[in-house]
């Protein structure tokens, strides 16, 4: 069995080919997000992204916001109104004839790098702030967590994402993520935290012994767990 998996972000749409125990058997292909990063416009690019990756059996998909059973609820840094209530998990098993699931992307990692041993959880720093909560290695029901108020006037996305880290700079985006990573500490009592996307690589602050950065690239690989672990 090989599955595409497909990780849609806020800047860039990635995928590739993997073999049932997650290692790749394709290259690793990328495109920037269209603008506007609409339903139609996502489509038409994955279509274009993974015509030249080879033959597969089954697909996953990343996708940043809360999805239902594979349908769209909220899309913040692609644009919610647009995307409301669509079923990205239908509309992409008709256009690539493959049987599809859609997760959240920040659970598409969590489920690729966890140990699957006690309370794990995955945050994205990228675009937007990005989590997933796994139990024993299976994925917990998905909480918005990045639009939990961090202060009265922000959410965790306003806080320290793209824009944060972009607007305030290094240091204070690290000042920043220091009082969020003390708060999810305390409130979820992790038995470990990874943390990737691309700002993980920012981070200049000291980190608890369970605390791991990883690679992006790696979380593209829990495309395999979500079929493996059916």
Known sequence: MNILSIDIGGSNIKATILNADGVPISEYARM????????????????????????????????????KNGVIKTAPNLGTKDWEDYDLQTAIAAMLGKPTIVVNDADLQGIGMVSGKGLEMMITLGTGFGTALLLDGKLLPHFEISHHPIKTDKDYDDYVGEKAYQRRGKDHWNYRM???????????????????GGNAKNLAIELDDNIIIVNNREGIKGGARLWTNE
């Open 178 to 196: 220091k009082k969020v990573l003390a708060v999810l500490k305390t409130v979820f009592n992790y038995d470990r935290l990874y943390i990737s």
């Open 32 to 67: 920037p997000t269209p603008e506007p990063a609409n339903p139609e416009n996502v489509l038409e690019l994955i279509k274009e992204l993974v015509q030249p990756l080879g033959e597969y059996d089954k697909i996953s998909v990343g996708f940043p916001g809360y999805v």
